[in-house]
């Protein structure tokens, strides 16, 4: 089948131009290219995108309530520190995402100079619900500690309080991931419950999870 070829004169600068019915140039094309004023893309499916494109994002805020945990269980024990949340994305691609927030690591009881705990972030093909414990938790993406070991005995009313902002990476491996933290309070005699890690998830310290889908693998190592 013989191509249909509809091109300017010849001679730099001379253009093809495309225009709406009231005289409004929709393509035009230039000696280096082409320019389309406005378009509408009716799906973003229907692009291709070079590695290495932001091609999807959003972001979700936790703001419903407070979430704790203390060392009432055999270590190492994790739970879920809030309801994961849902991203839909195109399996092969980068998912880069993190967490923004505060908490406060406090002494509820006994004597001691321990103020620590452990978040761990996660990725799961599967949905968790906020309270689910080790083992079901997902994919480990990574981990990080708040806190401090204090240089002697305080009162219970001596708390650790900290801003984190905390993400990872991963390859998607389906069409629908979820995302979340997991957390544990840390003391030196284990289940005896007296440290415990809270998470603020409120209106005046909400705890904000965001995400960016990037076309393709670009994880590196270093």
Known sequence: MADLKIKPSAGTGNRLLLQSSDGTDVLTTSDSGVAITAPTIASMANCTFPTGHIINSGQFLYSGGDSSVDESFASPYFE????????????????????????????????????????????????????????????????????????????????????????GSFISTATTHY?????????????????????NQHAAKPLLLYWFEIKGNVKGTG
Not at 179 to 199: C, K, P, Q, R, Y
Request: hydrophobic share 40%.
């Open 179 to 199: 995302l979340g933290m997991g957390f544990s309070a840390i003391e030196a005699v284990a289940t005896s419950g007296d440290v415990t890690l809270t998470l």
């Open 80 to 167: 879920a520190a809030v309801d994961y949340s849902a991203i839909t994305c195109v399996v092969g691609n980068t998912i880069l995402f993190g967490f923004n927030g505060s908490c406060h690591v406090s002494r509820t009881g006994n004597t001691h100079l321990y103020r620590y705990g452990d978040f761990r972030v996660f990725q799961s093909t599967t949905d968790v619900t906020k309270g689910t414990n080790t083992g079901s938790l997902g994919t480990e993406v990574t981990n990080f500690s708040v806190g401090a070991n204090l240089v002697a005995t305080s009162s219970v009313a001596a708390a650790q309080m900290h801003q984190f902002d905390i993400g």
